[in-house]
């Protein structure tokens, strides 16, 4: 069912997910394109104040997205604006409606390429390991 909403996301997303893979007889996580340019509107939800002592405002981000979308807290999204701008996100907690579907979002475009980088690095531990073990 596609939803009447739809008229207004004028967003397009990539999911990006984790999925384990064989290789070599060990498994291994590797980041996965699952789906392109889905429609998708993504909003700023509301501005709150995130705690005591000295005030802080931080925003709070919600992705619209219809019932069919395969989206999963935890997955990657890279949204392009209308405008042509890419905003990088962290998928949160998920609330279906009767034709619609909304998401927490988090906007921290530096935690992905942390987490890549850890990633890369386990990878290179084990591909020396495995390079060592095979020597033996």
């Known amino acids: 069912m596609i939803s009447p909403l739809s008229r207004l ?5 990539d999911i990006y997910r984790y999925v384990e893979i064989e290789v070599n007889g060990f ?5 996965k394109l699952l789906y392109q340019d889905v429609k998708c509107k993504y909003s700023k939800g509301s501005l709150n104040d995130a705690g005591e002592g000295v ?3 931080k925003n709070n981000y919600i992705l ?3 019932l069919d979308t395969d989206l999963q807290e935890g997955d990657k999204i890279i949204v392009t604006q209308r405008n042509g701008r890419n905003v ?3 998928v949160g907690e998920g609330f279906p409606y ?11 475009e530096t ?3 942390l987490i890549e980088g ?12 495995l390079k060592l073990c095979l020597m033996i």
């Open 88 to 90: 990088t996100l962290k």
């Open 27 to 31: 498994t291994r996580s590797k980041e």
């Open 55 to 57: 005030p802080e405002l």
């Open 111 to 113: 935690i992905w390429v």
């Open 9 to 13: 996301w004028k967003d397009r997303m």
């Open 64 to 66: 619209f997205c219809g």
């Open 118 to 129: 850890v990633m890369k690095q386990r990878l290179n531990s084990l591909e020396k390991s």
């Open 98 to 108: 009767s034709n619609h579907q909304e998401f927490y979002v988090t906007r921290n």
